[in-house]
């Protein structure tokens, strides 16, 4: 039987009421401060340094925590309470993101600052991000599992997009703090929006006796690469994320340098890139629908390698924008399908265990991608982080290929 015509495609909508309500209420809160965050690091990084490297630094810093802990925290998030794991990763998160601001506002920020943040916020984030996927069955049916990721996706894209990017120049000029303080009490109110999820905690099965993380984690890359999808799609997604930790990494300089069109100029990509992704997870239901979930997946690729050649060789920010928006539009297509394709295929109570291997393996090229975007700027110029990262793109929906009958 051909993989794709295996896939399940969703056939209804979660129901907002209860549990998914306060889950992707407790998201899109969540989001917007992390938008905020996200949006003012970058330009505090560069008005820091005007070295490449040292800004590709902050970004490679904020994934290699995948690296490192990504299993631990998924074999964790199979043996906890997932609700409970979440909201204290927030408010530790909270805690964190407060202390950060007193500092920038003290006027003690530094690249090595920033490091130590990204840093430690993706280590908390491992857990978090893992206990949340394996928690989401728990709140909705499987056929409206497709839809709930969607909506969660499109939720965060928005509160990102329409709400917190355009507000970035605003709170940046009542204080370089602002924008991160707020980062703080959005952590605290996802918190308790968290803690108040009544849901019913996943089943576990019973762990044998002497059991360890290290056997659970082994057991849950053992089932990841005996799926031949998912074992795709990981090797796919590692590929791919070189090219995007290279276009994270340098995005701000490719805006604000190669393009010289500055802070704003930088904001209305960022708000592209929103526009675009809230469109997509609008769009990914019916597309999965009509096309399955892995021929999404590799239809995206595509059309996003496009765009970040239009990116690297066109010396237009029109052309930048444009290509940033449908960029976005088509990297929600994939994420919901894969997250959706994930869930639904995981062996019952592994479904952290398999998120975190996916996760870890898939997300092991982006530190890697981010110091070369760094090095390839500094060698080359500003506009072929872009370029490599269309060339990594190809390999990835190559790798693809094969899942495709």
């Given at each position: 039987m ?5 896939e399940?495609?969703e ?29 003012a ?36 998030a ?16 909270g805690?964190l993101m ?13 690249i ?12 908390l984030?491992?857990?978090?991000d ?20 969607a ?32 980062d ?7 918190a ?8 019913e ?20 890359v ?9 074992r795709?799609?990981?090797v ?7 090219g ?31 526009v ?16 399955g979930?892995?021929?999404?997946v ?34 929600l ?30 997300a092991?090229g ?18 072929t982080?872009?370029?490599?990262a269309?060339?990594l793109f ?12």
């Open positions: 051909a993989v794709a015509a295996a399940v495609v056939g209804q909508a979660p129901a907002w009421r209860g549990g998914f309500g306060r889950l992707w209420s407790a998201a899109v809160v969540s989001k917007f401060g992390d938008s905020l965050r996200g949006a690091m970058p330009l505090l990084a560069a008005s820091l340094t005007a070295d490449p490297v040292p800004v590709s630094l902050v970004t490679a810093c904020g994934f290699l925590p995948w690296l490192l802990f990504g299993l631990v925290g998924g074999a964790v199979d043996r906890v309470d997932q609700r409970r794991a979440m909201w204290t990763v927030d408010l530790l998160r805690a407060a202390a950060f601001a007193v500092a920038v506002a003290l006027g003690h920020a530094s090595a600052l920033l490091v130590v943040v990204a840093f430690a916020l993706t280590t984030q491992t857990l978090f893992n206990a949340a996927t394996a928690l989401l069955p728990s709140l909705v049916p499987g056929p409206a599992l497709g839809t709930a990721n909506r969660l996706m499109t939720g965060q894209m928005i509160a990102g997009t329409f709400l917190a990017a355009p507000l970035v120049p605003v709170l940046l000029l009542q204080g370089p703090s602002v924008p991160y303080a707020a703080a009490a959005t952590y605290a109110l996802a308790v929006l968290i803690a108040s999820l009544r849901a905690a996943p089943e576990k099965e019973p762990r044998a006796p002497g059991a360890t993380l290290r056997g659970d984690i082994k057991e849950g053992k089932a990841l690469w005996a799926d031949r999808p998912l795709g799609l990981c796919s997604a590692a590929l791919c994320n070189v995007v930790g290279a276009l994270i990494a340098m995005l701000v300089l490719h805006i604000t340098g190669w393009l010289d069109a500055g802070h704003t100029g930088y904001v209305v990509a960022l708000t592209a890139y929103g675009g992704s809230v469109a997509g997870g609008l769009a990914a239901g019916r597309l999965a629908a009509a096309l979930r892995l021929r999404c590799f239809l995206a690729g595509a059309v996003q390698t496009g765009c970040l050649l239009a990116m690297g060789l066109v010396r237009e920010l029109w052309v930048s924008v444009a290509a940033l928006a449908v960029f976005g539009f088509m990297g297509v994939w994420n919901a399908n894969q997250v959706t394709l994930m869930q639904e295929r995981a062996p019952a109570g592994m479904l952290g265990r398999v998120s975190a291997a996916s996760r870890t393996l898939g092991a982006a530190p890697l991608g981010a110091l070369l975007g760094g090095l390839v700027a500094s060698a080359w110029g500003l506009n982080p872009m370029l490599l269309a060339g190809v390999l990835s929906v190559a790798a693809l290929a094969p899942l495709i009958n």
